[in-house]
């Protein structure tokens, strides 16, 4: 969704668990890069869920990073969590960082609250949400399909589909490109 208005984010998942906190998904020493300098936010990219360990994050084959040693962004367009996705510290670089990297979403069981918020103000990224245990369900590397619109995931791996939680108002807010830009286009600011 963010800003270019596609409704269906399409390919592979980062698979992690439960109480992925903000200095787990951009920690702390990756914070001094400025996000409003264009050559200095791809870093936040390059250092996204760098501090996940490697026992968490449901990977098949062992360390397999977020992004690759050197790159900016990675091959994974959907993250699927589990409880209390974003916990810790109220940073607004947490989505950035994940949206730096070329995710597109993330499906969690659920969310700390300013992480959500942030990830929608910001237009960085759709935050859906499931009631199955989707970690569970999916392995990092599968492909996947999210439809937004109609609220639906397909594991095109293994060919099942889940249904998600609506995104109710703040799929106009995405759309828009956060909180800002929506409030320009409604006439608001």
Known sequence: MQADNETVISGKAFVVGDNIDTDQIIPAEFLSYNPADPEERKYFGMHAM???P??????????????????????????????NFGCGSSREHA???????????VIAESYARI????????????????????VDEISTGDEVSVDTESGTLTNTT??????????GDVGDIIRAG????????????
């Open 54 to 83: 490697i026992a968490q994050s449901g990977l098949p084959q062992g360390n397999v990073p977020f992004v690759g040693e050197g790159e900016f962004r990675g091959e994974f367009a959907v993250i699927i969590g589990g409880r």
């Open 50 to 52: 760098s501090g996940v």
């Open 178 to 189: 956060g909180v800002f830009e929506y409030a320009r286009a409604s006439g608001i600011i």
């Open 95 to 105: 989505p950035l960082a994940i949206a730096q990297a070329g995710c597109r979403a």
């Open 158 to 167: 293994t060919g099942k589909s889940y249904t998600l939680q609506p995104l």
């Open 115 to 134: 992480f959500y918020r942030n990830s929608i103000n910001g237009g960085y990224l759709v935050p859906l949400e499931t009631t199955v245990r989707l």
